[in-house]
C-alpha cells in the first residue's frame, strides 16, 4: 500500500541521516568534486 511505501521511505531517509557521520559527508563530498 502507499502508507507502507512512505513508512519504508522516512524510515530510509531517518536511516540515510543517522548513516551521515562527518566522515560520510567528507567522501561524498569528495566523489562530487572529482566529477
Known amino acids: 500500500t502507499e502508507e507502507w511505501e512512505l ?3 522516512k524510515r530510509a531517509e531517518m536511516s540515510g541521516k543517522l548513516a551521515l557521520s562527518p566522515e ?3 567522501i ?8
Open 28 to 35: 561524498l563530498e569528495g566523489i562530487k568534486n572529482k566529477k
Open 7 to 9: 513508512l519504508l521511505q
Open 24 to 26: 560520510t559527508k567528507g
